[in-house]
């Protein structure tokens, strides 16, 4: 039975937490650098003995080290993942993982972050989805480790294994919100060559005419956005960019 604790962690608002998730003798993201969260993740993860991580962004990896130290855990990530701490054993696509509870299949999903894995539970449709999506708010793409075309396909890659997602931030839901958030970049794209259409010419001028109607948007983040899927747009043939100035094609 998959089991979860969030724990708080330094993480983008509107989430505070990050969710850790049990499944047999193998623990999930234990996130928190906070000493008092630690305690907490550690008696709850008592008898841990392998530590996975999704991927190296700081809200995710901040309790490794010291649960690592209190249980002897092995630590397992992806090849491409740059943690800031030595990793037992290196996992790719399609790795099983048995915990003794039921199996944990690896599933290389990049495009918000280089060696980025997902989980599913093998035999169910249950998916540990990283930040891969959101139980709230949304998922950053900053490039140039996020990428939309990889992105993209990690999530239709995803959505017929998984009947549940559970996220890192925020509660489960249905595997159909991976079809939701293809639909929503497309939206955007299309938005964002609007807005190249009539005369926006920067991220941060695409920015401003796409997100000055949502409230509280930050602009800053949704520049990043836009450079993200500029590059895609250009990558297909949507865009150009000269000396700065981005066009549509
Ligand atoms: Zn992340």
Do not use: K
């Not at 724990?7 to 650098?33: E, F, Q």
């Not at 906070?34 to 907490?40: F, H, K």
């Not at 190296?56 to 800031?84: F, I, K, M």
């Not at 602009?219 to 960019?241: D, I």
Request: glycine share 10%.
């Amino acid at each position: 039975m998959l089991a979860v604790l969030p724990v708080r962690t330094p993480t983008l608002p509107p989430a505070t937490h990050t969710n850790c998730y049990r499944l047999g003798d193998t623990v999930i993201d234990p996130a928190s650098p906070y000493p008092d969260e630690q305690e907490r993740l550690a008696s709850w993860a008592g008898g841990v003995r392998r530590i996975l991580v999704t991927h190296h962004h700081e809200d995710h990896v901040g309790g490794v080290a010291d649960l690592r130290a209190r249980s002897g855990a092995r630590v397992c990530a992806h090849r491409d993942a740059r943690l800031p701490f030595p990793v037992d054993e290196t996992l790719e696509d399609l790795d099983t993982i048995d915990t003794g509870e039921g199996v944990l299949v690896a599933l290389h999903t990049p495009g918000h972050a280089d060696g980025h894995l997902a989980f599913l539970v093998d035999g169910t449709g249950d998916v540990v989805a990283g930040d891969l999506v959101a139980g709230f708010g949304t998922i950053v793409l900053v490039p140039p480790e996020g990428q939309l075309a990889a992105y993209l396909a990690s999530l239709a890659r995803v959505r017929p294994l998984a009947t549940t997602l559970h996220p890192a931030h925020g509660p489960a839901c249905s595997g159909a919100l991976a079809d939701q958030y293809i639909a929503h970049r497309h939206m955007r794209t299309g938005q964002f060559l609007a807005a190249l259409r009539a005369g926006a010419s920067s991220p941060d001028g695409i920015a401003r005419a796409v997100y000055a109607t949502v409230p509280g948007a930050n602009l800053g983040l949704a520049a990043l956005q836009v450079r993200t899927h500029l590059a895609w747009m250009r990558a297909e043939g949507l865009a150009r960019e000269e000396s700065g100035r981005w066009t549509s094609i």
